[in-house]
């Protein structure tokens, strides 16, 4: 499903009550309506690049990435599409987007790069 956030609140929570597993409720918010804190800074290691930036207060992993000449795919570049989605190796995400269910925010195995940051000193992308 796609559409406004509470159309997509409501089905999901009517979804949760009739017992769908969240693995099988796909959605896509048209905006993301969270509030993003973008004041941490931190590191981001990307494995297959060997190499590790800064990621300072007031930017992105996005970002950063571009301006060290490492091309990403995105499209919205508000937490809300999935295009810029990252594998997480190490590190603790700090989810602000609204693409990831639940579950996939727990497995801390993914990040929107866009939106997101991270709660450890240092994240390591398969990058």
Same mark, same amino acid.
């Given at each position: 499903?796609?559409?406004?956030?509470?159309?997509?609140?409501?089905?999901?929570?009517?979804?949760?009550e009739?017992?769908?597993?969240?693995? %099988?409720?796909?959605?896509?918010?048209?905006?993301? =309506?969270?509030?993003?804190?973008?004041s941490?800074?931190?590191? @981001?290691? *990307? #494995?297959?690049?060997?190499?590790?930036?800064e990621?300072?207060?007031g930017?992105?992993?996005?970002?950063?990435?571009?301006?060290?000449?490492?091309?990403?795919?995105?499209?919205?570049? %508000?937490?809300?599409c999935?295009?810029?989605?990252? =594998?997480?190796?190490?590190?603790?995400?700090?989810?602000?987007? @609204?693409? *990831? #269910?639940?579950?996939?925010?727990?497995?801390?195995?993914?990040?929107?790069?866009?939106?997101s940051?991270?709660k450890?000193?240092?994240?390591?992308?398969?990058?």
């Open positions: 499903m796609c559409g406004p956030a509470p159309m997509l609140d409501a089905t999901r929570r009517i979804a949760a009739l017992g769908w597993p969240q693995s %099988q409720v796909h959605f896509e918010y048209f905006k993301n =309506t969270h509030a993003i804190d973008d941490s800074r931190f590191k @981001v290691a *990307l #494995s297959r690049s060997v190499v590790t930036l990621v300072p207060p930017k992105t992993i996005l970002q950063v990435l571009r301006e060290s000449g490492i091309s990403i795919p995105s499209s919205c570049e %508000q937490g809300a999935g295009t810029c989605l990252a =594998t997480v190796l190490e590190g603790e995400p700090d989810h602000q987007d @609204v693409y *990831l #269910s639940d579950a996939e925010k727990r497995s801390g195995t993914k990040i929107l790069t866009c939106v940051r991270a450890s000193l240092r994240l390591v992308l398969d990058l």
